[in-house]
């Protein structure tokens, strides 16, 4: 087998064993699709804030890497994928009304605009004391992707672009089923669940660029394996936060950091 049929098949073993993980089948997103908590317009807030704190930066980790990767070709791949998180629109499948309220509009702020929908707005976010999921995951993120380029591009590519169409299906259908938000409110979702497709087939190509010994695939996988981790460790967080509020009241949900989240 020569250099580029073996890092190919690198390249094809670690996708499999992402799409595969715990990251993408956790039972979290099992009960997020069919509604399956206590308390479901509890889990739904609680997830849009949390989930925000780590997705609001994604521009500085795709910064971050940008700023590790010596060929220039990797560079303005990834320089594209920043303009299309920063407000330029390359779907085309969704309906013309819904992709006019998007254009111009980052992907932060198309977040925004579902976090508001459901209700997390500036009162709901003061009342907040614990914000150490979405931020823990976001800082330890970043910091995989300062690394260098081969961890970098394994967290950002197979650990995350190639797996977030597939998991944001599912969020795709929860709210679709469990809530009355309009696609303009969760047009987030519409987008992410087809556009990362793209994106994950280009960075696929920049780490099989990079896998040109074992040092490097080791770095990779490194960088796959952790962003996997990082991801299972938030769902799990979440899911227990979601099943100890029950039917309570909105407060209940602080006490859940007492369990160590």
Known sequence: ?????????FVRRLGDQALASTAVSHPYLQALETGD???????????????????????LY???????LSDRSHRQIL???????????AEDELPPEIIA?????????LFTRFQCALGVNSEYRERQTDEHAGNLWSQQFLRLCSTNEHVGVGAIGIGTELIVSKIYQKILSGLINCS???????????????????HAAQMLLITTDLA?????????????????????TFWDALLQRAQYV???NQSAIQEASDLGY
Do not use: W
């Open 37 to 59: 908590f206590p308390n479901v317009d509890i889990a739904l807030k609680d997830f849009a804030f949390q989930y925000g704190l780590y997705s609001s930066q994604f521009t």
């Open 246 to 248: 029950g039917t309570t």
């Open 1 to 9: 087998m020569n250099k580029n049929n073996k890092a190919a098949a």
């Open 180 to 198: 009355t938000l309009t696609m303009q409110e969760r047009v987030f979702f519409d987008l992410h669940s087809t556009c990362d497709d793209d």
């Open 62 to 68: 795709l910064k971050a890497l940008i700023s590790c």
């Open 79 to 89: 320089l594209s994928n920043l303009a299309e998180e920063k407000g330029h629109i």
């Open 212 to 232: 040109t010994d074992e040092e490097a695939c080791a770095k990779i996988e490194f960088g796959v394996k952790s962003a996997l981790s990082l991801r299972t």
């Open 101 to 109: 309220s998007a254009e111009g509009q980052s992907h932060a702020q």
